[in-house]
DNA sequence: GTGACACTAGACCGCGCGGTCAAGACTGGT
DNA sequence: ACCAGTCTTGACCGCGCGGTCTAGTGTCAC
């Protein structure tokens, strides 16, 4: 697409992006229909169209948004922080806090996953994100502070950890995000630091 | 539905589930017509309605259907050990080969989850699932194995990583699911045992 | 005031979907 | 041999979808 915007413009293109993500995370890509997005806005078809060129567009768009925006939030949180470690979960608690303020964000990227014309975009952001995370676990295991292992697989571990818990604890069942965080890191921190630990007695 | 079933009947009822269940997958469910999987099958849609009062039943009995062989096998898995932290790296390991057996069964998941009315039938089988491996993460805590913190937490944290791991890993990366076992295991209990740990050096 | 263009309304279109149905073929029990 | 009931066919239906288009209206630079 990419039309010239006056603010009111932009404005308008904001509103439709943000009712459809929420209609979206809430019934599903398919089960929303153009129909609805415009109406519940209270306007014309036509408006649609003149700022995404198709239903797909405005997913795609949706999309790159939130991604960029959580790794923005990512990059402020981790600003500053030298010890890798402390970057890895100021990362994992950042994470958290922009799953808590982004709700339905969890449902697209779960629904894009599902449809091949998604998945590569999708991915896409992923694997940027994956790789940022990876560079900061390689570096802990350089410094001694991370077991070497894999970092892929570290990496991967403390997403799956991390999205998991947002998803059942945040999404599900409503925690605060810092109570989760807590528990996310020190979970994760038990399981990949190298620095001896106290039994907790048996 | 339920209809009487010869022995043909039941053989053309599972072709029908099978053959959807990949499409599905491949494609997302929406994109999938009920024409696309009757062609593929070289048969007329009234075998379709024969068997299925809908395209949105034939989906729930495939959910339900995989759920309740993973189950399955993760019980058989454990059984007969005593050890109730063996039983929890046993049921990684079978749920983790399981998945590699069943590639399509991912993205069935991901996409239940994003709708509506199949999230209910999805999160009833996954609760199931969770409380089973609940049970033993209290009862590794109770005999001092695991560390004691929210067995919730300690479970979702092990079912995120084994799920994600799987996902990337196996699924995606085609990588053996014993060996993405190992890793798992080894994450898990670094993160889990409150056993003493030999730290890696430095 | 006027022209240029960003923006909006909503009737309309064709397609492909999920689902129906009447007619008939196959199969096994008796 | 026959019947009851399982199974199969594929033309057909109506609906609602994504997307189009025309006839506008708001807005701002000059």
Redesign the pocket.
Known sequence: MA???????????SQLMAFAAERFAENG??????????EG??????????????????FLEILKDAQQDLRRTQRQAIDGIEDPVERITSGIRASLQWSADHRHYHSLVQFAATEERFAPALRKGQEVAARDAMRHVSDAIAAGAVRDADPALITHGILGITTHLARVFIHDLGKPADEVADAAVAFVLDGVLAADRQPTAA
């Open positions: 039309r010239r915007l006056t603010p009111r413009g932009k404005e308008r293109r890509y398919h089960t929303t229909s153009v129909a609805e997005i415009v806005l209270g306007v014309g078809k036509g408006v649609f169209y003149w700022y995404f060129s198709s239903k797909e567009e405005l």
